[in-house]
């Protein structure tokens, strides 16, 4: 409980940010996918797979001066056109990836794999904070990545204490059981549905669907990070927030949901 008080006092800032949206979300982007690159990619040296920080960080100024420019000092740009830069990026960083492992002497398989698995999973999937609120109706959706994320964590986490019986993933969350899951899931489709009917009452139906979907790939997040960090034998990625864990472990969920919330309203609003 005092863990998710502190956790939840730590997106305060996050929402002024999602308020302002612009810039102040693009550097709150940067920010997320360099810290949560680099502490993914620690967690991958407790295995003692290298994966490259320095290659990371190229991609992750490349992407986001790619939007500035797209999005500022071009005005903008089609969402075709931008969507085949944006394809180019990813088999860049996808490529040059690859081709760290040609250093075979140094290095193997797993380094490139682990490399790219960042890239995709940190970087890209972040990303789509800042596509979501580049939409023309981004900015009324973007609060439902939150909504959903959060909402589903903290429902999940009284459901499961009031009635949780049957374990969801004994093995990654011993803690988390299928009643739960579902609480967390309504929790989240609830909370969505009243933000809709507030804040944007012509999109109810895909504010609560979002809640249902967002709320669910917020829990697979979430088992995913866990997944990881069992597997690299570390309780936390990092220790921004002392005692708490750093970016990733506060951003598991949350960029899980982003891509989901962004291609729905993209496809279908």
Same mark, same amino acid.
């Given at each position: 409980m005092k ?10 800032? =996050? ?12 550097? +709150? ?7 949560g ?17 320095t290659?990371?960080?190229?991609? !992750?100024? #490349? =992407?986001?001066?790619? @939007?500035?420019?797209?999005? $500022?000092? @071009? @005005?903008?740009?089609?969402? #075709?056109? $931008?969507?085949?830069? %944006? ?6 960083a ?17 380094? +490139?794999?682990?490399t ?10 972040? $990303? /789509? ?5 580049? %939409?023309?109706?981004?900015?009324i ?5 939150? %909504? ?10 009284? *459901? ?5 019986? /049957?374990? =969801?993933?004994?093995? %990654? ?7 739960? +899951? ?8 609830? &909370? ?10 012509? $999109?109810? &139906? ?5 809640? !249902? ?9 979430? #088992? ?19 005692? @708490? ?20 309203? #993209?496809? *279908?609003?």
């Amino acid at each position: 409980m005092k863990t998710r008080v502190i956790a939840g006092l730590c997106m305060v800032p =996050l929402l002024l940010i999602l308020y302002w949206g612009g810039l102040p979300l693009v550097a +709150a982007c940067i920010a997320i996918a360099a810290v949560g690159v680099k502490e993914f990619y620690s967690g991958w040296e407790a295995l003692e797979v290298k994966p490259s920080k320095t290659i990371a960080y190229v991609m !992750i100024a #490349l =992407l986001y001066a790619m @939007h500035l420019f797209y999005f $500022y000092a @071009h @005005h903008g740009t089609s969402c #075709l056109e $931008y969507s085949a830069y %944006l394809m180019f990026w990813l088999v860049l960083a996808i490529v040059v990836a690859m081709m760290y492992g040609w250093k075979i002497d140094q290095r193997g398989p797993y380094d +490139a794999m682990a490399t790219v698995l960042g890239l995709v999973y940190v970087v890209f999937f972040s $990303y /789509h904070f800042v596509l979501l609120d580049s %939409l023309p109706n981004g900015s009324i959706f973007i609060w439902t990545v939150v %909504l959903a994320a959060f909402g589903s964590d903290i429902f999940a986490y009284f *459901t499961g204490y009031l009635i949780g019986k /049957h374990k =969801l993933a004994p093995i %990654l969350s011993p803690k988390k059981t299928i009643e739960g +899951a579902v609480g967390g899931v309504v929790g989240a489709a609830v &909370l969505c549905g009243v933000y809709g009917m507030i804040f944007a009452k012509a $999109y109810i &139906l895909q504010c609560i669907f979002i809640g !249902i979907v967002g709320g669910a790939f917020s829990q697979a997040g979430d #088992l995913t990070a866990s997944a990881f960090k069992r597997k690299m034998g570390i309780k936390d990625y990092g220790n921004l927030i002392p005692g @708490h864990g750093g970016i990733m472990d506060r951003f598991d969920s949350v960029i899980f949901v982003a891509p989901f919330v962004y291609y729905l309203v #993209l496809f *279908t609003v």
